[in-house]
């Protein structure tokens, strides 16, 4: 499975190990992970919960996965995004992009979380000193996607 | 019928996860179905109100204009904040 929703954490070197098994042809593996901050708009963070759209998730995951071996000549993509209840330090989201060099890796790993950010159903609930609050979105998200839209590379 | 969902602040504030609606004869697309179920009042007009609401029909991104059938499913909710 390339892509995974789970409330378990995840191994890096595990994933990226999977990933590449048995594949010579591999040259290149980018790699993103995604952690919870202690601080967010300016207060601290002690627990954060997320809350996805089961079936759609997973279904707006793998289109995106779809979109960027359209768009670069990559060898294996995987996703594993975290739900439920984490803390600061925890690993929240995996992007690791497999392909021959080292630039369509870098790219699609960019481009693929540049779009999970704003297509895939995930909200983020953080609990602050001051109580708990719905994380809103940012602009700068939508630009970074929005940049792909142009043809970007 | 149609299934529609409710996520994340709106889901809180509407105190709904998921109801069945039966569709209103005059239901073209999600903006209908929106101002259908807005006009219950009170919370209901968050539907309106809520700053770039979202939608999804049968686990797609949809538009206003995205065309809604009965037995669709269809999901209101804020911008995404994943990742």
């Known amino acids: 499975m390339s892509v995974r929703v789970q409330q378990?954490?995840?191994?890096?070197?595990?994933?990226?190990?999977?990933?590449?098994?048995?594949?010579?042809?591999?040259?290149?593996?980018?790699?993103?992970?995604g952690l919870v901050?202690?601080?967010?708009?300016?207060?601290?963070?002690?627990?954060?919960?997320?809350?996805?759209?089961?079936?759609?998730?997973?279904?707006?995951?793998?289109a995106i996965v779809a979109e960027a071996r359209a768009r670069w000549d990559i060898l294996g993509a995987r996703i594993?995004?975290?739900?439920?209840?984490?803390?600061?330090?925890?690993?929240?989201?995996?992007?690791?992009?497999?392909?021959?060099?080292?630039?369509?890796?870098?790219?699609?790993?960019e481009f693929i979380?540049?779009?999970?950010?704003?297509?895939?159903?995930?909200?983020?609930?953080?609990?602050?000193?001051?109580?708990?609050?719905w994380v809103d979105a940012r602009e700068t998200d939508d630009s970074a996607a929005a940049r792909w839209e142009k043809g970007g590379k | 019928m149609i299934k529609?969902?409710?996520?994340?602040?709106?889901r809180e504030a509407l105190g709904t996860a998921a109801e069945e609606v039966s569709p209103p004869l005059d239901l073209l697309d999600v903006g209908a179905l929106r101002a259908h179920l807005a006009a219950r009042g009170g919370d209901w007009e968050k539907l309106l109100t809520?700053?770039?609401l979202r939608f999804a029909v049968n686990q797609d991104m949809a538009r206003a204009d995205t065309p809604v059938h009965d037995g669709d499913e269809v999901a209101f909710?804020?911008?995404?904040?994943g990742g």
Request: proline residues 6%; glycine residues 8%; contains cysteine.
């Open chain 1, 8 to 33: 378990e954490d995840f191994d890096l070197s595990a994933e990226v190990a999977a990933l590449r098994a048995g594949q010579p042809g591999v040259g290149a593996v980018a790699a993103f992970v």
């Open chain 1, 37 to 62: 901050r202690d601080m967010n708009e300016g207060s601290g963070v002690s627990e954060m919960a997320l809350e996805h759209y089961p079936g759609m998730t997973e279904k707006a995951l793998e």
């Open chain 1, 80 to 109: 594993i995004h975290r739900v439920g209840t984490l803390q600061p330090c925890d690993q929240i989201v995996l992007v690791a992009v497999s392909s021959a060099h080292r630039g369509e890796a870098f790219a699609a790993c």
């Open chain 1, 113 to 133: 979380m540049d779009y999970l950010k704003t297509r895939a159903p995930f909200w983020k609930r953080e609990v602050t000193p001051a109580g708990a609050r």
């Open chain 2, 4 to 10: 529609v969902l409710y996520f994340a602040g709106l």
């Open chain 2, 50 to 52: 809520t700053k770039n």
């Open chain 2, 77 to 81: 909710f804020p911008p995404v904040t």
